[in-house]
Nanobody, 112 residues
Framework: QVQLVESGGGLVQPGGSLRLSCAAS????????VGWYRQAPGKERGLVAH???????KYADSVKGRFTVSRDNAKNTVYLQMNSLKPEDTAVYYC??????WGKGTLVTVSS
């Protein structure tokens, strides 16, 4: 069966960096588009970054210039590099592919 597992979250100070990973089994991520989403407490889940099978990327305006989505096809993993983190980036981050498959999420907390 398809499984997506996010990792790399944690507590970081404002201005810091984290790299999230989305590791897949049961599906080949390199031939699929993958999205990173986040959900803050009391808010709806929203798209943060997206990468197509061809490597085209797009980002939410709130993270442009700070976040970078990439993939390692050999590891069947997609990454989200997050720099210059702000308190408003605090959320649970999820990866998704094919619109149907979600991981359980990883919590990112940006606080001093």
């Amino acid at each position: 069966q398809v499984q997506l597992v996010e990792s790399g979250g944690g507590l970081v100070q404002p201005g810091g960096s984290l790299r999230l990973s989305c590791a897949a089994s049961g599906i080949i991520l390199s031939i699929n588009s993958v999205g990173w989403y986040r959900q803050a407490p009391g808010k709806e889940r929203g798209l943060v970054a997206h990468i197509t099978s061809g490597g085209t990327t797009k980002y939410a305006d709130s993270v442009k210039g700070r976040f970078t989505v990439s993939r390692d096809n050999a590891k069947n993993t997609v990454y989200l590099q997050m720099n210059s983190l702000k308190p408003e980036d605090t959320a649970v981050y999820y990866c998704n592919t094919q619109g149907a498959y979600w991981g359980k999420g990883t919590l990112v907390t940006v606080s001093s």
